[in-house]
């Protein structure tokens, strides 16, 4: 699985929208990227999966750059809640292993 | 819905002690997954069963942890004997492959080895 590199940390406003950016320069071309995020003593949660083409569903929206070496997961109107470590992975198909990097911690300020 | 359960929450031995963990996974996901996650690092597959087969297990000290799924439904973790290093928050997931392979986790069992 491609290897990916996010910031360590960051801070954004409450109400304000969260974008979180993730490298993922080595990816294949029939790899999806997934996002995860872990909120203080929860096991992680699905938010959102992409392979080309930009994804919205309930939670969060998710852009891949076209040549899919990087992309953003946005979380439009950030609540106290979204405070969590959140998880970029890389994942070709039909694999269903998870390889969970460090992630970036986000803390969602009042 | 009901989620993945997972029991017990916390858990405290001693050096050398032994220590299980169950886990049920959500009905109908015929795949389930063990991760360890150490305090401040991302989770780390230890296991993973299909039905009640092992399809990878590479990352499983397999000197002092073992685990089972016998009816290819819930499953138990077990350390003996358990060391220093293996204080971690011990993670069940599962998954079906009609859900794109999406996996549910379970809210884990805190394990401090003293």
């Known amino acids: 699985d491609a290897k990916t590199t996010q910031p360590t940390s960051m801070d954004c406003a409450e109400g304000r929208a969260a974008n979180l950016p993730c490298n993922h320069s080595?990816?294949?071309?029939?790899?999806?990227v997934y996002w995860y995020r872990q909120i203080h003593s929860q096991g992680p949660q699905y938010i959102i999966h992409?392979?080309?083409n930009n994804e919205t569903n309930e939670m969060a929206s998710l852009i891949i750059t076209e040549d899919r070496k990087s992309s953003t997961l946005i979380l439009p109107h950030a609540t106290l809640r979204d405070t969590a470590v959140y998880y970029c992975?890389?994942?070709?198909?039909?694999?269903?292993?998870?390889?969970f990097g460090q992630g970036t911690r986000l803390t969602i300020n009042p | 819905e009901a989620g993945v359960a997972q029991s017990p929450r916390y858990k405290i031995i001693e050096k050398r002690q032994s220590v299980a963990f169950w886990c049920n996974p959500i009905?109908?996901?015929?795949?389930l997954y063990w991760y360890q996650q150490i305090l401040g690092q991302g989770p780390k597959l230890l296991i993973q069963?299909?039905?009640?087969?092992?399809?990878?297990d590479s990352q499983l000290p397999k000197d002092r942890f073992s685990a089972e799924r016998l009816k290819g439904v819930d499953s138990t973790l077990k350390i003996q004997p358990a060391k220093l290093e293996d204080s971690a928050v011990y993670l069940c997931?599962?998954?079906?492959?009609?859900?794109?392979?999406?996996?549910?986790f379970g809210a884990g069992t805190r394990l401090s080895v003293l």
């Open positions: 997931a599962s998954s079906s492959s009609s859900g794109g392979n999406i996996q549910y």
């Open positions: 080595t990816i294949s071309g029939n790899e999806y």
């Open positions: 992409g392979l080309k």
């Open positions: 992975i890389v994942r070709q198909p039909g694999a269903q292993k998870l390889v």
């Open positions: 009905s109908g996901h015929a795949t």
């Open positions: 069963f299909q039905n009640n087969g092992v399809v990878d």
